[in-house]
């Protein structure tokens, strides 16, 4: 899970156990440069916006790049974070994502668009989660909060497609 409300200089990506729900990783994590500064504000599913898309993911293969070894995402909420892999919506390793980074500027380095980590982390923590792991990002957006059918859907248990639930008259 990563929380972008929380500003790029704090640990912001938790690694969660679903099994006991025990935090495995606790770890910085850059945003995309269209996002904004220290705190990401803007997001964005479009093609050149540089900005980082919220919502939920599905982890996928791993190959090596330009940014070295990373891992694809595929975007599970349709005109949220749908394009991510035409985007080239990647979790990677960044020489810009470390505390001293941060120190010196104020804020993490930022990506153009992808959730980017600590080089000395990116390798393990993309083994560990890749192939079928889902990856929430979340932030307090208004636009996504509103057009989720994921969140609609959970914050409405019963009602949707198909109808309502158990206790629903």
């Known amino acids: 899970m990563i929380d972008y409300s929380l500003p790029s200089t704090a640990p912001r990506l938790w690694l969660i156990d679903r099994t006991d ?21 803007r997001f964005s599913n479009r093609d050149g916006s540089l900005a980082s898309s919220l919502g939920l993911f599905l982890t996928e293969e791993t190959y090596v ?30 020489p810009y994502v470390s505390p001293e980074f941060a120190r010196v500027h104020g804020r993490l380095g930022r990506s153009w668009g992808c959730p980017a980590v600590e080089l000395e982390v990116a390798h393990p923590l993309i083994d560990q989660i890749r192939d079928g792991s889902l990856l929430f990002i979340y932030a307090p957006d208004p636009g996504w909060l509103e057009r989720s059918r994921l969140l609609v859907a959970s914050a409405h248990p019963g009602e949707g497609p198909g109808g309502g639930g158990a206790g629903t008259p």
Do not use: M, Q
């Open 21 to 41: 729900g025990r935090v495995l990783r606790h770890l910085l994590v850059a945003h995309g440069r269209g996002s904004g500064e220290n705190i990401a504000s």
């Open 65 to 94: 790049g330009k940014n070295g070894y990373s891992l694809r995402l595929r975007g599970l909420e349709p005109g949220i974070n749908d394009r991510a892999r035409d985007r080239a919506i990647v979790l990677h390793g960044a």
